[in-house]
């Protein structure tokens, strides 16, 4: 008799997601079985920062750290070299807070997921609102609020 082949297993859900978009002013937003826990914009270019805002998020978390998504992709009039920094930078001040789990999303898959614009000031315009009624209250910049979208964005990905 043939042996049945199992169907492999899926990995749980992550339950703590990081999720970041890098600029000078990085965005950062975390989110804790599926629902916003807190988010800052902090200086995009400084490993310290970065961390120490990473952990400020972290405060009252007990939990595992699971996954870290960050944006992808190229910015307008920013070099790439000046992104992959900053992007590498958000990494190993997620990893040092002890995130293991990272991948990247570029801007058009999670846009075309969560919001009606096509053109980059009227989608940035259109995070700053989607967080105001989604979730209460306004980020003090664009990439803050990216990154609340990014990060619901995963959760929804990641989180089924």
């Not at 992007?87 to 002890?98: C, K, T, V, Y």
Request: proline share 4%; aromatic share 8%; charged share 20%.
């Amino acid at each position: 008799m043939a042996s049945r082949k199992k169907k492999p297993k899926q990995p749980p859900a992550p339950r703590v997601v990081l999720a970041a978009d890098p600029g000078s002013s990085a965005g950062l937003a975390l989110y804790v079985d599926g629902k916003f826990w807190g988010s800052k914009a902090v200086n995009g270019t400084s490993h310290i920062a970065l961390y120490d805002t990473i952990m400020l998020l972290l405060d009252g978390c007990h939990l595992v750290r699971d996954l870290c998504v960050i944006e992808d992709g190229f910015g307008k009039g920013i070099g790439a070299k000046t992104l992959d920094r900053r992007r590498g930078l958000i990494m190993g001040a997620a990893q040092a807070a002890g995130f293991q789990n990272f991948t990247f999303v570029s801007p058009s898959t999670w846009h075309s997921a969560m919001l009606v614009s096509r053109e980059s000031a009227a989608m940035k315009s259109e995070a700053m609102l989607w967080c105001k009624e989604r979730l209460g209250f306004s980020p003090t910049t664009h990439d803050e609020a990216e990154a609340c979208c990014i990060g619901f964005w995963a959760c929804e990905r990641y989180g089924k």
